[in-house]
């Protein structure tokens, strides 16, 4: 495993990180959600990422829980605020974050969170209450360091240019090379001020492994099919778009990496990017994953790639 600086901190994280929307604590059972946590950490993925809302507290409790075994200065620790914890209970201000913060601390059963996301923007809370309440989270060691996740290029600037506050080191987009849109403003921003991206859906949530073909039914296992787990997935299933992952693989095989392998690889070719953040419900799934860190694969192949994805827009 691989590991590369988080923006302007001294946290050094893994080229591929083990997130948990919608499978730990929710739509996977128990026992492999445990042993997908343990082979991350057994391949050197050192850096583990949720949210309070994931679940509305499942995913934290269960991380809390399986993580309580490990000793705390051998992994980094990220969680995301913002989102509905109950009918009152949401949004960036600081009463929010405050209740929020704590609630998550007993959940993960630690005391401090490395990284503390805005899990998006709140338009209802200033930016300087927002900033104002995670830096004092910081300065109460709380938390090491803050990030956002699918904010607005504008609001990033204006977070940038505020005096007095806690840095972000941090952005958590969507990226893939079936979703580039961080290209046009974010990255650019982000890298102009000491920001990495940990990436989210990186494969597409598991288009971009190949799984799915545009003439048979998705398999019976995968998530496209999961109650708990597919409901983001369908707009990522147009036949076009299949056909055109399809043709991918050739290309894969000819860097000597698995399709999965070469898109994780594709979104680290990115200097900008830290890591990869995956979602696993078997551990094999976790072990190939991993298998992306540090692959050096021609930038022609890339191309070639990127080309037969644009085609089929």
């Known amino acids: 495993m691989k590991y590369r600086k988080l923006g302007s901190s001294d946290l050094e994280v893994s080229e591929i990180s083990l997130g948990s929307w919608l499978t730990y604590g929710v739509g ?51 969680t995301k605020v913002f989102f ?28 401090t969170i490395d990284l503390y996301q805005c899990h998006r923007y709140d338009e209802a809370t200033p930016l300087e209450e927002t900033l104002s309440a995670l830096t004092d989270a910081v300065r109460a060691g709380k938390v090491r360091y803050i990030g956002f996740s699918e904010w607005p290029a504008d609001k990033v600037r204006a977070a940038v240019a505020m005096a007095g506050v806690e840095p972000f080191v941090s952005s958590q987009p969507q990226y893939s090379m079936l979703w580039r849109a961080p290209e046009q403003e974010i990255i650019p921003i982000c890298a102009a001020h000491g920001i990495s991206q940990i990436v989210w859906s990186p494969l597409a949530q ?38 055109a992952v399809q043709r991918l693989k050739p290309i894969a095989a000819e860097a000597g990496v698995s399709l999965t392998q070469f898109a994780l690889a594709w979104v680290l070719r990115e200097p900008n990017v830290a890591s990869a953040i995956i979602g696993a419900s078997r551990p094999r799934q976790v072990e190939e994953n991993a298998g992306a860190s540090g692959l050096d694969i021609d930038p022609g192949l890339f191309a070639r790639a990127e080309a037969i994805l644009a085609e089929s827009n």
């Not at 913060?101 to 993960?108: F, K």
């Not at 003439?215 to 076009?240: C, E, Q, W, Y």
């Open 28 to 78: 996977v059972e128990r026992d492999q959600a445990r042993a997908c946590v343990h082979r991350a950490l057994d391949l050197g993925i050192n850096f583990i990422d949720t949210a309070n809302a994931y679940g509305r507290g499942a995913a934290e409790a269960f991380l809390g829980e399986v993580l309580a075994e490990t000793p705390r200065d051998s992994y980094v620790l990220a």
């Open 84 to 111: 509905p914890m109950s009918d009152t209970d949401r949004g960036l201000s600081r009463a929010q974050i405050v209740k929020q913060l704590d609630a998550s601390l007993e959940r993960l059963r630690v005391d």
């Open 206 to 243: 598991g288009v971009l492994t190949g799984k799915y073909a545009p003439d048979a039914p998705p398999p019976a296992d995968s998530r496209a099919v999961s109650d708990t787990m597919g409901g983001f997935i369908k707009r990522l299933l147009a036949p076009s778009t299949l056909a």
